[in-house]
């Protein structure tokens, strides 16, 4: 038996045994997690420096405010969240008990993203501990330092039975998805994600894909440009361009166009000086692969802004390119890095179509102050989220389910989404032994009488959804006392 089927196990049988249901022990965990951030803040710091160059007041901005702010509100939510929710009665339910309960799932597996490890990762934890699930985290190997923090510190603080850490790399992975979840929930590219897909499919496992894709901004030429570029400029660069909902490229009409080059170029000046290499909140490609995949990327357009790259550093400075068309090599993957291509349209209308053409983005930007473009480009495309005027903050609204669709993934997360897509949220129907009469009318023999009468209360109850319950009741007994009449007198 591998090391991976072991940790399952223990794993399932822990959540068998009833540990992970209370609400008493969920919210004893959560707060052992938060615990864990603010206990162990310097060594998350440390490596999140050492896998991607990010400053400390960087990493708890991007990485674990997010978190403390989703584990909070957890603790706080997690008895409203957990309740029986009761549904609208009708005629046919007007004596009963009538509601949805939320269960756990089972046995959840995690796989992080290493360009975000710890928000990425632990955002659904937070989430799966909430439903009372166990749930198995299998942070990305490609950031190791915050990978291997997180293999042994977080046992330290969560049920290590419940909530164990499984580090390794693509064997490893694969090797966890040949066991048997309840639920896999993937964050990281689209060829990735079809692998894990298909493994699920084997144990017909439930998945929820965060892909990512290539988010466009479209620049109206009627807004306020300078402070377009300035928040485009933000959501691009944060983390050396490594996120994906980062701005993918911008389009814009040609008539604008060296203004948009003018104001990215003074926004990147004004946010990391005239040396980004030197600036302590510019951080660095996550590796020499990525590196040299993401510098093969700026051939196919003009440098417009920066271009300087450093291998020994994988240090690659924030670029612009133009001159860059649909059909350049750039355009032809999510570019997850900090270069930004500006492509030229004719107006909305191009744009529009322009982004209907290609597989649909995670997020689209749209800069405008006209209310009917905004809704627009909202009613004629889709995607797994619009922002209107600014970027990536709408991550950070938990009430805002996020994810993707078509192939930036499915599925969504954060706050009560994330809880309800890890739990089984149940149909719950208790009946009495009462009412025979009324029970009557679906019995056989099913005379054409019996079937009118149940058309009229099937119908009925849609066409009276908002009848007070004591006029539901009397309701209810007119035809209880009309079917005893009809249907069960003898004589």
Not at 174 to 200: C, N, W
Not at 291 to 304: I, N, P, S
């Amino acid at each position: 038996m591998s090391r991976e089927e072991q940790v399952v196990q223990r794993a399932r049988t822990s959540f068998r045994a009833g540990r992970s249901r209370p609400l008493q022990h969920r919210r004893q965990q959560l707060k052992s997690l938060l615990s864990f951030l603010s206990e162990r803040r310097r060594d998350i710091i440390d490596s999140s420096r050492r896998d991607l160059g990010k400053s400390d007041n960087g990493t708890e901005l991007f990485e674990m405010l997010v978190l403390e702010v989703e584990i909070k509100l957890a603790i706080e939510k997690l008895a409203e969240w957990a309740a029986p929710r009761p549904v609208e009665k009708n005629l046919l339910t007007i004596s009963d008990q009538v509601y949805v309960q939320p269960e756990p799932l089972g046995v959840v597996l995690i796989i992080g993203a290493w360009n975000y490890p710890w928000a990425v990762t632990l955002l659904p934890l937070v989430g799966a501990i909430a439903a009372g699930n166990a749930a198995v985290v299998k942070p990305s190997e490609v950031s190791s330092h915050s990978a291997r923090v997180m293999e042994e510190l977080l046992p330290l603080y969560l049920d290590k039975d419940l909530y164990p850490v499984v580090t390794g790399g693509m064997s490893e992975t694969q090797e966890l998805l040949k066991q048997r979840f309840d639920h896999i929930f993937f964050t990281g590219g689209s060829a990735v994600g079809k692998v894990v897909m298909k493994a699920a499919a084997r144990h017909l496992t439930p998945v929820t894909l965060e892909l990512g894709g290539k988010s466009p901004a479209y620049i109206d030429k009627n807004c306020d440009i300078a402070v377009a570029c300035r928040r485009i400029t933000w959501g691009k660069f944060v983390n050396c361009g490594q996120t994906c909902i980062a701005p993918d490229y911008i389009l814009c009409e040609a008539s604008i166009q060296d203004r948009v080059l003018e104001e990215l170029k003074r926004s990147i000046k004004d946010f990391y000086t005239d040396d980004p290499k030197t600036f302590q909140d510019y951080g660095r490609i996550v590796n020499q692969r990525h590196f040299k995949r993401v510098l093969a990327l700026m051939e196919g357009g003009t440098v417009a802004v920066g271009g300087d790259a450093d291998e020994s550093q994988c240090y690659i400075a924030p670029t612009v390119l133009k001159d860059v068309t649909g059909d350049s090599d750039v355009m032809k993957e999510e570019i997850f890095g900090p270069v930004l291509p500006v492509v030229s349209v004719s107006g909305v209308d191009e744009a529009i179509d322009f982004i209907n053409e290609r597989e649909k983005p995670l997020v689209i930007y749209v800069f405008s102050s006209d209310g009917k473009l905004i809704g627009r480009v909202k009613a004629e495309t889709s995607s797994g989220s619009l922002l209107a005027n600014d970027c990536l903050v709408h991550f950070t609204i938990p009430a805002l389910p996020f994810g993707g669709v078509g192939n930036s993934g499915m599925g969504c997360y954060r706050g009560r989404h994330t809880f309800d897509r890890l739990s089984h949220l149940r149909s719950c129907l208790i009946k009495q032994l009462n009412l025979e009469a009324v029970n009557s009318l679906r019995y056989p023999p099913h005379t054409a009488g019996k079937l009118g009468w149940t058309r009229r209360l099937l119908l009925l109850q849609v066409k009276q959804g908002r009848l007070r319950r004591a006029a539901l009741l009397a309701m209810m007994l007119s035809v209880a006392a009309f079917v005893v009449q009809r249907f069960l007198r003898r004589g």
